[in-house]
């Protein structure tokens, strides 16, 4: 297995559009998370899934923001009417239930 | 809910001294407890991690046990290198908190040749 991966790595985005992230995770982990990151901030959560089911949401997780994950498989993210304050580096990870969780390089976002 | 406290940086060595970030935490339950190292434009890389109270983690070196009494967790490393310089997060998991990783802010490492 290649580990968690992230696409794209880098988006440079207009203020106002939508954009959208892809994570794949480990495939035998049922759980996967987004985390958004900020220079000189740990990750905060924003979402998981367990297998296909989205169970909790951050008070971060604005309505412009979306998430799904078809078939328990990978997952995407998706910002609509992006705002200057959205640039962040977005984080996905997976785990088993109660184990560590493992992190894909991220995608950072950067809105003009 | 959990939380966790780490000590501010920037931590500023020369290269071979001795190396500790301190970490204490608040949970629900029994947590896990995890360091994770991130190398600038990465992701977070697990360094260690420790289950249960008294149970020591380590790799590359690098060391945290788990203190139930103090609920603390500190990362130490006998002698640093040039390229242990990154920014290190304390994390834990608990049942309290559905077991959804719960991060520090982060240390800041910058070793010195």
């Known amino acids: 297995d290649t580990g968690v991966s992230q696409d794209p790595r880098h988006k440079i985005t207009k203020r106002g559009q939508n954009v959208t992230f892809r994570c794949d995770p480990i495939s035998e982990h049922n759980r996967l998370y987004w985390y958004r990151q900020t220079l000189g901030q740990g990750p905060e959560f924003l979402t998981y899934f367990q297998n296909e089911a989205q169970l909790e949401k951050s008070r971060l997780l604005s309505d412009r923001f979306s998430a799904e994950r078809p078939k328990g498989s990978f997952s995407t993210l998706e910002i609509q009417r992006t705002e200057q304050g959205d640039s962040a580096m977005y984080l996905c990870a997976s785990s088993l239930l109660d184990t560590e969780a493992f992190f894909g390089q991220g995608t950072r976002l950067t809105v003009v | 809910g959990d939380s966790v406290t780490q000590m501010e940086g920037p931590v500023t060595l020369s290269e071979e001294a001795f190396l500790t970030i301190n970490c204490t935490y608040t949970a629900t339950g029994y947590p896990s407890l995890f360091w994770y190292v991130q190398y600038p434009g990465e992701g977070l890389q697990l360094l260690l991690k420790a289950t249960k109270a008294d149970d020591k983690g380590s790799n590359k070196g690098f060391e945290a046990t788990y203190r139930k009494e103090t609920t603390s967790f500190h990362l130490e490393k006998g002698s640093v290198q040039v390229s242990d310089s990154a920014v290190y997060f304390c994390?834990?998991?608990?049942?309290?908190?559905?077991?959804?990783?719960?991060f520090g802010r982060g240390t800041s490492l910058i070793v010195h040749p």
């Open positions: 994390a834990l998991s608990s049942s309290g908190g559905s077991y959804i990783p719960t």
